[in-house]
């Protein structure tokens, strides 16, 4: 007979997939996983609601670990109706359970506030706002435990616009931000007195924060979970090659071309398309419209006539905003075209890989044929056995990524010889 424990672990995507029925078995993860899980929560909440502390189980906190690892590595594989309905019940308990691990810490925070006399010196986590932020300069200066559904939502779009421009050091705050914020999110979904603001239906507002939410998970996930090692490479002759060589078959008329293919890249912020689905069904995605239904002012800078001088481009490179992000597109895309010319490959397709793409290629990056360049979480990184090397410097991750290809892989992929040598020059 199955006991208590193991019917409240969620099962793998492969599980389901391999399933007789999959119908069956959406059933059987609400029966068995999801009903439990929302009864035991509903069971901690009431003890809350008496203003007393509450002592949630080991076992509780277990299934909790465990089914939001399988939220986040599961989620992009569940494309059917069904999957993408529960994923919203999983995702609900999560921000219902995520609130019940901080409660203890709030209530003793709050009580400490109503008895200070004047302003209070401790930084306590109830007061934080992301004006106290030193990687997203976000100048609110709300504290994010007072926030409404809408300020939660701008705050996710925020933070998922700028998830690809933040530099490496930012993960743990980006950490307690989002702990924060999906503590007070969780409190919406433990209540259900409280009058909605966010102009969209209950369905609606889980979708949207199932959705943002889990973009941002999935960064901070994978990077804590894979170990890493910063970059220790020098990179000037890799940058003295790129702007020579790369920059050299490209000409002025192909770059800009290419500049501009790598700016509309770069307006496809986490979340967006899948958002834009859900809540437009019938139209056609399109870059330009998705911004203009949720980001009016990247709208507005997507839709200017943009130009910029090579120089400019080249010297933008490592700045945190979204010129930068565009730039390290534009160099990552400027290889891919010389490799192409050069050795006939398609190497961004090959060894590239964006975040969202990691579950699918899953069977690859676990194959030792090559070193890869991951976005394990905001910026690119090289990947090479089960480990990633980081640097915000994408000349320096390539010119790394070059280095473990001539030195471990005898400076080989797809079958064809690359010539590092001037990296060595």
Known sequence: MESQRDSIFLPSYDSVI???????????????????????????????SSGKKIQLSNEFIKSYEHNFESFITDYNCWSSKESKRLSINIFVEIARTNFLLMYNEIKEESDEIRKLNGMPSKNYKVLWSMEKSKHFLNASNLAIMMYKQTDIIKLLLYLTETLDQVSFDSAEELEFI??????RNGVYFCQTDIEYDSKMSFEEYATFCTIYFNAIYRRLFYY??????????????CKRWF??????????EGFEDLYAKSCEECYQFP???????FRYPDLQVQTGPVLDSMRKDMAKKY??????SKESALGLYNQITHAGQCS?????????????????????????????AIEGNRSKLMRKGAPYIVQIYSRYSVYDDSKIYTSDDIYQVFAYWCDLLRFKYNSEIFGVKIDTSFLYA
């Open 271 to 277: 979340g967006d398309v899948e958002w834009f689905k």
């Open 328 to 356: 390290r597109m534009f160099i990552i895309n400027a290889i891919n075209h010389f490799m192409n010319v050069t050795y006939g490959i398609q190497w961004k397709d090959g060894i590239v890989i964006k975040n969202d």
């Open 243 to 252: 702007e020579r060589d790369v920059c050299g078959i490209l000409g002025s």
């Open 18 to 48: 391999q399933s007789e029925d999959f119908r069956l078995e959406f059933y059987r993860i609400f029966i068995n996983v999801i009903d439990p899980w929302y009864k035991q929560n509903e069971k901690y909440i009431k003890d809350a």
């Open 303 to 308: 839709y200017t006539d943009y130009r910029i």
């Open 178 to 183: 989002v702990r924060l914020l999906q503590t």
């Open 224 to 237: 804590k979970i894979i170990p890493k090692s910063p970059i220790n490479f020098p990179f000037e002759n």
